[in-house]
């Protein structure tokens, strides 16, 4: 199947930059999109961006709309999500996640496969 891998979090100041990594194993759909979700302790895992892999068209939740920039490197198999202006309520595990199709899908569980996450803490 699909391997995501991601990379890129860390510990950072409120106002920092990040920028999240998920590369691809291989293409697994004619036409897919890549999610990004976000999950805090406790709370349940939260849709924040999503892109149309081979349109480039992207869609951002509103929360974060502005400061965050989805994206990808067609060559390399992999996404980004750019950071910026990070927040401590930005705070969680961030999750790559894959499922065929061209439409945004923001629930979880019609995303069908999952990076292993990386952690994102940003300090006030």
């Known amino acids: 199947q699909v391997q995501l891998v991601e990379s890129g979090g860390g510990l950072v100041q409120a106002g920092d930059s990040l920028r999240l990594s998920c590369a691809a194993s291989r293409r697994a759909f004619s036409d897919y999109v890549m999610g990004w979700f976000r999950q805090a302790p406790g709370k349940e895992r939260a849709f924040v961006a999503a892109?149309?892999?081979?349109?480039?068209?992207?869609y951002v939740r509103d929360a974060v709309k502005g400061r965050f920039t989805i994206s990808r490197d067609l060559a390399k198999n992999t996404g980004y999500l750019q950071m910026n202006g990070l927040k401590p309520e930005d705070t969680a595990v961030y999750y790559c996640?894959?499922?065929?199709?061209?439409?945004?899908?923001?629930?979880?569980?019609?995303?069908?496969?999952w990076g292993q996450g990386t952690q994102v803490t940003v300090s006030s």
């Open positions: 996640a894959a499922r065929g199709g061209t439409v945004f899908v923001t629930a979880p569980d019609t995303y069908d496969y």
């Open positions: 892109i149309n892999w081979s349109r480039g068209s992207t």
